[in-house]
């Protein structure tokens, strides 16, 4: 288990990704967003139970850090679902691991459960309630090399972004 870890990701669930994205584009100068609508979710378990959550989620990089946005569509139960203010709530920060087996153990022997799994691709995923104790979930994802070119790309275009073409859509 590692001693330190990076963060690359920090994520709010919204109301609506029509109404956020340009706030953040706006307001915070993020951008611009890859927008993945109803994204898929393959093998998701929440909280036990086999769940088919329909998200949309728009990722935007600023400096090293992703920026995440996701908008739940149905009442399905998920991590997702949550009172929201009209301007969303942050959520989750993210990491990556080579072992995510061993991250869940490392959480679970500190009191703190795996409320939420599934894959993205081939990139397997866990959230842990961290809420009681740093007032927002955390989740960890495996390397995944697809997963991994996407967040590239993600950056890249971030980096180099010159205000044009500030929402785009990616293949569902």
Known sequence: MAVRRSYFQTAWV???LATAIPRWLEQALVGPFF??????IDDAVYRGSPVTP???VAVAQVGPMQVELIEQHDKEPSPFTVELPSMGLHHHIAATTDDLDADIEHYASQGVEAVFTGLVGDA???FFDTRSSLGF???IMEHSPAVEELFG???????EWDGSDPIRMLPG
């Not at 927008?35 to 898929?40: A, D, E, G």
């Not at 790309?153 to 980096?159: D, H, K, T």
């Open 14 to 16: 919204v109301q609506d």
């Open 35 to 40: 927008v993945l609508p109803h994204s898929r």
């Open 54 to 56: 329909d998200i949309s």
């Open 153 to 159: 790309l993600v950056a890249r275009v971030g980096a």
């Open 137 to 139: 979930m955390t989740e």
């Open 124 to 126: 397997r995923f866990a």
